[in-house]
C-alpha cells in the first residue's frame, strides 16, 4: 500500500477542525507515533477520520453517536465528542438524551460521567429553577 504519510501538523488539524483542538492525550499519542511509525500513525488516522466523516450520516449524528458509545465506555474521550456534537450543532437537550440511551446500556456510571460532562461544559444550567 502507497499513501503518502501525513505530516503531525495536518494530523493535529482534523481534531481542530472536528473538536475545536487537539487534546492533549492525543497530541502526546500522534507526537510519539509519528517519530516511531508514521505509516501506522497515518493509516489509523485516516480510518478514524474516515469513520467519523461518513457520508450517510450528519456530524452532530456522529458526535452524538460517539459521545454515547464513550459513555457506555465509561472513556474520557467522551468529552470530546460532546464537544464536537456541540460545536456541530448540539443541544444540551441531545447530549441528555444521548446520555439516557447509554445509561440504559452501562448504568448509572455513564448517566453520571454525562453529568459531570455536560455540566462543565454547559455551567448556566447549574442554577436552581427561579434562582
Known amino acids: 500500500m502507497t499513501k503518502k504519510i501525513a505530516e503531525l501538523d495536518e494530523l493535529k488539524s482534523r481534531y481542530e477542525t ?9 497530541a ?6 509519528m517519530r516511531v511509525d508514521p505509516a501506522l500513525v497515518t493509516a489509523l488516522e485516516d480510518w478514524r477520520i474516515a469513520a467519523l466523516t461518513p457520508t450517510a450520516l450528519d456530524q452532530k449524528t456522529v458526535q452524538l453517536m460517539s459521545f454515547a458509545i ?3 465506555q465509561t472513556s474520557e474521550a467522551a468529552a470530546n465528542h460532546a464537544k464536537a456534537a456541540i460545536k456541530a450543532g448540539a443541544t444540551l437537550e441531545e447530549l441528555h438524551a444521548s446520555a439516557g440511551i447509554a ?4 448504568g448509572v456510571a455513564a448517566f453520571n460521567m ?8 454547559f455551567p448556566e444550567t447549574g442554577q436552581k429553577a427561579g434562582g
Open 103 to 106: 445509561a440504559l446500556f452501562r
Open 18 to 26: 472536528m473538536i475545536g483542538f487537539t487534546p492533549p492525550k492525543i
Open 28 to 33: 502526546k499519542r500522534l507526537e510519539l507515533g
Open 114 to 121: 454525562a453529568g459531570e460532562i455536560l455540566a462543565g461544559l
Open 70 to 72: 464513550l459513555l457506555v
